[in-house]
């Protein structure tokens, strides 16, 4: 049996939910047929959490991780692209030289580590700074510091690169700075 694979999939910038349950919708098996295993095992918009601080108060909120596209988990694509042109709204699936391309397994990896199905939710990391490095104690981006392209520290943010084929998709990650190293 061949495993599954993650896809990326590019949908207009605002409609991500609504076009995951879209996906789902239509991958589901109708009245009478036989459920399909292999052409959707999970589709989901990966979200991040942060906190915003407003009028003084911190708030931790979601925001989507990969603003435009929605990860669908299949092991037949090519089913699976055919059931998206029933779809009214733009589906895409990342392709390299007309080939399906799946997300990198290390980026696969990290969001199955760091999420749950079901809640595709990946976690606050925490940090400090020790002059100009940035030192991450905790979280999902522990141990990737490489991977952070730049840091809005006023908006807790680290931002990464993904990479699906030869396309880079930025993705926003919770990232708190403290203002020295924890207390032991």
């Known amino acids: 049996m061949t495993k599954a694979q993650w ?15 879209r996906i789902q919708a239509e991958c589901a098996p ?15 918009t990966p979200r991040f959490r942060t906190q915003h601080k407003i009028q003084g108060t911190w ?12 990860i669908a988990v299949t092991t037949d694509p090519y089913a699976l692209a055919i059931r998206l042109s029933r779809i ?5 699936i990342v392709t390299m030289g007309g080939t399906f391309v799946p997300l990198r397994d290390e980026d696969r990896t990290w969001l199955e580590e760091t999420t749950k199905q079901g809640d595709r939710v ?5 940090a400090y700074k020790d002059g100009d490095t940035v030192i991450i104690t905790d979280g999902p981006l522990k141990g990737k510091e490489a991977q952070i392209t730049r840091i809005n520290r ?15 998709i930025t993705a926003h990650v919770g990232l708190a700075i403290l203002n020295g190293p924890p207390r032991t």
């Open 7 to 21: 896809y990326v999939i590019q949908v207009v910038g605002g409609r991500e939910n609504i076009v995951a349950r």
């Open 30 to 44: 109708k009245l009478g047929e036989p459920a399909d295993p292999d052409l959707l095992q999970e589709c989901f």
């Open 59 to 70: 708030f931790t909120i979601e925001k989507l991780l990969l603003p435009g596209y929605v």
């Open 88 to 92: 009214p709204e733009l589906t895409r």
């Open 122 to 126: 990946v976690p606050m990391s925490v």
């Open 154 to 168: 006023s908006k807790s943010l680290a931002i990464v690169e993904l990479r699906v084929g030869g396309v880079r």
